[in-house]
């Protein structure tokens, strides 16, 4: 049934009234614009007003009120003067004595006005939604072209979907592999404490996350006080109370990388399927920029060189020996492991500063890949200590070669191209598969024991342990 509001003290109300009766209305009368008295819930469909109530002191704050409420302001002359207060406002027809029809005809013309602009003003809405949207997921795409550091990209891309879906929190658990945990990767927003709980840990199907990565379905829940799956501990870990929550898995290729959520609005209003539909686009980004992140992972642990010296790093070293020493079983062949350590390097460091000790340093790499086989390895173990893999080489060749690298560094004259003399001695520490050791381990730890025996006595010498 449509309401009207009639405004006005003539006996016309009553003829109105009679008019829309037929069009299944119900008529209200004020005698004046500053009588009507409604509540929100009973807003009219169509308003009726005398045009002697524009003189009202209340006229603006009366348009105002009514502004998207269709309007029929009844004239007593045909020249309508007077009227441009009321043609102003929009949604108003006048009209000098309307008949029925006329009346009809007005009501259905402002009443397709009124749905016309209803209709282009959601849409407006809904293009400035997509504009906004559009805008962020372009500025996601160059973030993720920009960075390679995970917690850098999550953070650029949900500081902007918090705005966009106005949510006070949000947090990204990635799934343990070996555990089928949910650890807690990160964690930010407002009034969340994301240090208290980091690394924190969601047992399989604990909690809302824990049930969302089970079952791999996204959920909504309005109100979490309500929900048995709800866990408050990390709540309690955060000093943080969640009220509603939006939990999504992440997915890549079938497989669940983790769970996205997003955590109570600013407002005190629970999250809406429009909500959750725009996480879910968000959560394809998330997927791509984890991916990313794992296979830099990856590859950075590929990385066997040193950034310093060049040579082989000891990620490098341990796959080598493990080879080696299946080559040398294979085989039936030793294989010899040189431990170096430069003297008194710290002096250099103390004495001459950083870049003149990391320079001699690669100067001392440079020395040991002339002085050795194409066949042989060289790593650099950490700090001025070297390894040198001597593959096929029993430990009486090994301790030459050793002697040999020793005599050429302790006749070198270091950096003289940088306008420097450095004369510098190295202690060096051998030991032998099967000979002396009968494992990887052993045989770094005894190479790394002789080298020592040598650094605590005379320096610039060569033990082996065979």
């Given at each position: 049934?449509?309401?009207?509001?009639?405004?006005?003290?003539?006996?016309?109300?009553?003829?109105?009234e009679?008019?829309?009766?037929?069009?299944?209305a119900a008529?209200?009368?004020?005698?004046?614009?500053?009588?009507?008295?409604?509540?929100?819930?009973?807003?009219?469909?169509?308003?009726?007003?005398?045009r002697a109530?524009?003189?009202e002191?209340?006229?603006?704050?009366?348009?105002?009120?009514?502004?998207?409420?269709?309007?029929?302001v009844?004239?007593?002359?045909?020249?309508?003067?007077?009227?441009?207060?009321?043609?102003?406002?929009g949604?108003?027809?006048?009209l000098?004595?309307?008949?029925?029809?006329?009346?009809?005809?007005?009501?259905?013309?402002?009443?397709?006005?009124?749905?016309?602009?209803?209709?282009?003003?959601?849409?407006?809405?809904?293009?400035?939604?997509?504009?906004?949207?559009?805008?962020?997921?372009?500025?996601?795409s160059?973030?993720l072209?920009?960075?390679?550091?995970?917690?850098?990209?999550?953070?650029?891309?949900?500081?902007?979907?918090?705005?966009?879906?106005?949510?006070?929190?949000w947090?990204?658990?990635?799934?343990?592999?070996?555990?089928?945990?949910?650890?807690?990767?990160?964690?930010?927003?407002?009034k969340?404490?994301?240090?208290?709980?980091?690394?924190?840990?969601?047992?399989?199907g604990?909690?809302?996350?824990?049930?969302?990565a089970?079952?791999?379905?996204?959920?909504?829940?309005?109100?979490?006080?309500?929900?048995?799956?709800?866990?408050?501990?990390?709540?309690?870990?955060?000093?943080?109370?969640?009220?509603?929550?939006?939990?999504?898995?992440?997915r890549?290729?079938?497989?669940?990388?983790?769970?996205?959520?997003?955590?109570?609005?600013?407002?005190?209003?629970?999250f809406?399927?429009?909500?959750?539909?725009?996480?879910?686009?968000?959560?394809?980004?998330?997927?791509?920029?984890?991916?990313?992140?794992?296979?830099?992972?990856?590859?950075?642990?590929?990385?066997?060189?040193d950034?310093?010296?060049?040579?082989?790093?000891?990620?490098?070293?341990?796959?080598?020996?493990e080879?080696e020493?299946?080559?040398?079983?294979?085989?039936?062949?030793?294989?010899s492991?040189?431990?170096?350590?430069?003297?008194?390097?710290?002096?250099?460091?103390d004495?001459?500063?950083?870049?003149?000790?990391?320079?001699?340093?690669?100067?001392?790499?440079?020395?040991?890949?002339?002085?050795?086989?194409?066949?042989?390895?060289?790593?650099?173990?950490?700090?001025?200590?070297?390894?040198i893999?001597?593959?096929?080489?029993?430990?009486?060749?090994?301790?030459?070669?050793?002697?040999?690298?020793?005599?050429?560094?302790?006749?070198?004259v270091?950096?003289?191209?940088?306008?420097?003399?450095?004369?510098?001695?190295?202690?060096?520490?051998?030991?032998?598969?099967?000979?002396?050791?009968r494992?990887?381990?052993e045989?770094?730890?005894?190479?790394?024991?002789?080298?020592?025996?040598?650094?605590?006595?005379?320096?610039?010498?060569v033990?082996?342990?065979?």
């Amino acid at each position: 049934m449509n309401k009207i509001f009639y405004v006005g003290s003539s006996g016309l109300g009553k003829d109105i009234e009679g008019l829309f009766v037929g069009k299944n209305a119900a008529v209200l009368r004020f005698r004046s614009i500053n009588t009507i008295r409604y509540r929100n819930a009973d807003s009219p469909d169509l308003i009726v007003i005398e045009r002697a109530q524009s003189k009202e002191p209340l006229f603006r704050e009366f348009l105002r009120r009514f502004s998207e409420i269709p309007k029929i302001v009844l004239s007593d002359r045909r020249s309508f003067a007077g009227l441009s207060p009321w043609l102003k406002a929009g949604l108003t027809t006048p009209l000098f004595a309307p008949t029925p029809e006329e009346l009809d005809f007005a009501f259905n013309k402002l009443m397709s006005e009124k749905k016309l602009l209803t209709e282009n003003s959601t849409l407006k809405h809904r293009l400035t939604g997509m504009k906004r949207e559009l805008d962020f997921f372009e500025d996601v795409s160059k973030t993720l072209t920009s960075s390679l550091e995970l917690n850098d990209i999550l953070s650029s891309i949900m500081r902007k979907a918090r705005h966009l879906i106005k949510a006070e929190a949000w947090s990204l658990l990635l799934l343990d592999e070996e555990t089928g945990d949910l650890v807690f990767e990160k964690t930010a927003g407002k009034k969340r404490s994301s240090k208290k709980i980091s690394k924190e840990r969601l047992r399989p199907g604990e909690g809302i996350a824990g049930w969302v990565a089970q079952e791999q379905i996204p959920v909504v829940v309005p109100d979490v006080s309500k929900d048995p799956r709800f866990s408050c501990r990390m709540d309690k870990e955060a000093d943080f109370r969640t009220r509603s929550i939006i939990c999504v898995p992440i997915r890549n290729k079938g497989t669940v990388l983790g769970v996205l959520e997003v955590v109570n609005k600013t407002t005190d209003d629970p999250f809406t399927k429009e909500d959750l539909d725009f996480v879910l686009r968000i959560v394809d980004h998330a997927a791509i920029a984890i991916e990313r992140s794992a296979l830099y992972q990856k590859m950075a642990e590929l990385s066997v060189t040193d950034d310093l010296t060049k040579l082989f790093n000891s990620r490098y070293l341990n796959r080598t020996l493990e080879l080696e020493i299946t080559r040398a079983n294979r085989h039936h062949t030793s294989l010899s492991l040189i431990f170096m350590d430069v003297d008194h390097f710290k002096l250099i460091n103390d004495n001459y500063g950083h870049l003149i000790g990391s320079k001699l340093l690669v100067e001392m790499g440079q020395i040991l890949l002339r002085s050795l086989r194409t066949v042989d390895i060289v790593a650099r173990y950490g700090g001025d200590e070297f390894v040198i893999v001597l593959p096929q080489t029993a430990p009486k060749s090994a301790i030459q070669i050793a002697e040999r690298i020793r005599k050429t560094i302790e006749h070198n004259v270091f950096l003289k191209r940088d306008g420097y003399s450095f004369r510098m001695t190295a202690s060096f520490g051998i030991a032998s598969y099967p000979e002396s050791a009968r494992s990887k381990e052993e045989l770094l730890k005894l190479a790394d024991e002789a080298m020592y025996r040598v650094k605590n006595q005379t320096r610039n010498g060569v033990y082996a342990i065979v």
